[in-house]
């Protein structure tokens, strides 16, 4: 199983970036996916989730409105639409999947079983 995160940059506030995350090993459309974003001495946050079997997207609070999280079981591969970025939204954004989590756990980096090596999103005030 692999995940492979793409997409990241250096762009100005207000910008959008578009991040992608490709799967292989896995029938996606069996798999929540899920972003989580780490800055620099923060601990890991869940940032947006989307349901397996064409289940309900999640996010958090800080980024509604502004991100949109999608798939293309076809592809292979989840999407993070990032809009309005702020500074604050720098980090270093991994994507996660797993196939048996529960809803209740969707926010929970420990729950999830694949992790992709992580895509560096800066955004420069």
């Known amino acids: 199983v692999q995940l492979q995160a793409s997409g990241g940059g250096l762009v100005q506030a207000g910008d959008s970036l578009r991040l992608s995350c490709l799967t292989s090993?896995?029938?996606?459309?069996?798999?929540?996916v899920a972003w989580f974003r780490q800055a620099p001495g923060k601990e890991r946050e869940f940032v947006a989730a989307?349901?397996?079997?064409?289940?309900?997207?999640f996010s958090a609070d800080p980024v509604k409105g502004r991100f949109t999280i999608s798939r293309d079981n076809a592809k292979n591969t989840v999407y993070l639409q990032m809009n309005s970025l702020k500074p604050e939204d720098t980090a270093v954004y991994y994507c996660?999947?797993?196939?048996?989590?529960?809803?209740?756990?969707?926010?929970?980096?420990?729950?999830?079983?694949?992790w992709g090596q992580g895509t560096l999103v800066t955004v420069s005030s």
């Open positions: 996660a999947a797993d196939r048996g989590i529960i809803q209740s756990s969707i926010r929970t980096p420990l729950h999830y079983d694949y």
């Open positions: 090993g896995i029938t996606l459309r069996s798999y929540t």
């Open positions: 989307t349901g397996r079997y064409g289940g309900s997207t």
